[in-house]
């Protein structure tokens, strides 16, 4: 628990602080939600390869393919999620952009509970003053935009069915999140390059980007590059921190805790960006924290049958000794009568 609640403190506090300054500076500098989506998984991709793979590994092209081939679909889905999050964000800011994600809680019940889970009615009701709550806190500066919306629902159904997938995947190779994170990203910026190859035919903003940072470096301007470090890093370890915290928990609790989560990214971006909180916005944050914590009340409550349920299991073993021994001693006692 400890170890869990570590884990997910650092999450949160690099969600909060780094990603958010880095994302919204990135995207403001450089307009371009593609090669925000091609630094981040490329940057990702070279950090995890020298700290997952280098160094103890003698096959390392092997297990490079192993991994890459086991975690290819929640990676696509992860590409999805990310390449349209960034879209949002740059269309229709934070606000809308977490104000849709805060229905991914929503998503993943009613995924879970097609596919046979079952639920208590308290945790759906728990999760009525999350959502309604992540939507009063950033409802007041609220840009709406259909394109933006749109982008912003396909991030998040994308992210709901990659956090289920990962899970499942983790579970039948037991991969660490470090190891399923590393090969995810390879995944995505094999995706991500003729992506951005394809664009150039169409004017796109990335190919002119990469060559306005190689002049800012001839120049002596490293700030671009500086930036392009810093976005990169800030991905690489909020989402090492995402992987290994979602191997700890339940896919509804890393959802709800990932609103909570949210929940710090609006208030920490209202603080850094100049954007005073009203009170609807924490009249939000408040009815949302409420939410997380009724659900983890919920569950907390539901763990204790759990394991009672699960202890008679090992009696089971412990009485088949006890059933040979008479065996062997009628044995004897009819040797000894022959």
Known sequence: QMSTILVGLLWFSSSALLSTWANTTFLRTFGDPLLHTLIRFAGSAMLGIVVTFVGGKKQIGQTIYNTTRDVFVPALLLWIANFFNSYSLQIAGITLTYVVKACIPVFTV??????????????????IPICSGVALASGSDLDFSIIGLSAALISAIAQTFM???IKAVRSRTAYTGIQAFTGMTIVCTIVTIPVVFLSSFQDSKTIQNIRDVYFSLQLGDFWP??????????????????????????????????????????????VVFNKPLTTMNWIGISVALFGVLSYSYIEAQSTPAATVQ??????????????????AKKSKSKRKKE
């Open 110 to 127: 009613i995924i879970c509970t097609l596919q046979g889970q079952k639920f208590s009615p308290l945790v759906y009701v728990s999760l």
């Open 163 to 165: 956090n289920i997938s």
């Open 225 to 270: 590059v500086t930036l392009i470090i810093v976005s990169s890093f800030a991905y690489y370890v909020e989402y090492v921190l995402n992987f290994i915290f979602v191997g700890f928990v339940s896919a509804v609790t890393f959802s709800v805790s990932d609103i909570a989560r949210r929940v710090a990214i609006i208030s920490t971006g209202a």
């Open 310 to 327: 699960a202890k008679p299991a090992p009696s089971t073993t412990t009485t088949q000794p006890t059933t040979t021994k008479p065996s």
